[in-house]
């Protein structure tokens, strides 16, 4: 008994002491990036990406900064265009998850074959921008950022799987009561079903939030551009900056005009807010992602 006790001590130290070795091998590239962001291009440049933070440099921000009206506005469209469409999508996904994963829908099959279908073919990028822009005249607005990712066919079989496993029971005791199809969705299905919806919500918010390429294609006025897009626009700046200065006088120096920084300042501009958003939605995400396991 004391033999296996032990043994049990020393498999839980080495399991412990593994994942803790993972979860540095995570951090580290984590760290580097808040180090990279905080050190001066002269430092980067001389000694190489720091492993440790050598010096409290903020010239990478300050350039980022520089307009910071242009940044907020940009903040503001991403969260309008990211929280708008997560709910848009969740209630969108959820009504049609709850109406697949009853087993008496009569065209259960047909539909979710319908949606099963839209995975493996899609419609092309030219008739796409031709429906945003000509026929539903979108372009230049909100819902061109909306749309496109407003239906995720993965994230709505997650849901359905989930769903499904509500007892039916409930389900016709609710109706035997006199409760409609409305009713059994928004007072029975949907708080059964938070684990799900919080997993699908964040995930669908992390999408929304790193989505650039709709800006690219249907956002000509730059107070629409969201928060990415902005970003990507700043660093093409930059860039184009540094190649008119070595293409006009090629002996001039550059050292000064932060690349490498300004690179991991928009990095912890970018992915900030959603590592402060991640916690309160841990312990439904932890629950929400063994949706459709194998129960014993």
């Known amino acids: 008994m004391i033999v296996d006790k032990r043994k049990e001590r020393i498999g839980n130290f080495f399991l412990h002491a593994f994942f803790i070795l993972l979860s540095c091998i995570f951090i580290i590239p984590l760290l580097s990036v808040v180090y990279i962001a905080f050190t001066s291009e002269e430092s980067i440049s001389a000694n190489g990406y720091p492993f440790f933070l050598r010096e409290l440099d903020f010239t990478a921000f300050r350039y980022v900064l520089d307009n910071p009206e242009t940044i907020l506005n940009a903040y503001k469209v991403t969260i309008i265009v990211s929280f708008g469409g997560t709910l848009l999508y969740l209630l969108i996904s959820s009504m049609a998850a709850y109406a697949i994963s009853r087993p008496n829908f009569k065209y259960k099959r047909p539909v979710t074959f319908f949606f099963f279908f839209t995975m493996l073919f899609n419609g092309g990028l030219v008739p796409s921008y031709i429906l945003m822009s000509n026929v539903l005249h979108l372009k230049n607005t909100y819902w061109a950022m909306i749309f496109p990712l407003l239906v995720n066919v993965w994230y709505l079989i997650m849901l359905k799987t989930f769903m499904s496993d509500i007892p039916n029971e409930i389900i016709e005791s609710a109706r035997i009561d006199g409760a409609g199809n409305w009713t059994i969705y928004s007072r029975f ?79 912890i501009l970018a992915v900030g807010p959603m590592l402060f958003i991640f916690p309160f939605f841990q312990k439904y995400f932890t629950r929400g992602l063994t949706v459709g396991a194998v129960k014993g």
């Open 189 to 267: 299905v949907l708080p059964l079903s938070k684990p799900a919806m919080a997993t699908v919500g964040l995930l669908t918010l992390l999408d929304y939030w790193n989505s650039w390429q709709p800006a690219m294609l249907y956002i000509d006025k730059k107070d629409m551009y969201p928060l990415q897009y902005m970003l990507q626009v700043m660093l093409r700046n930059i860039i184009e900056i540094l190649k008119d200065m070595q293409n006009n006088a090629p002996g001039v120096a550059i050292g000064n005009i932060p690349t490498e920084s300004t690179r991991m300042a928009m990095c």
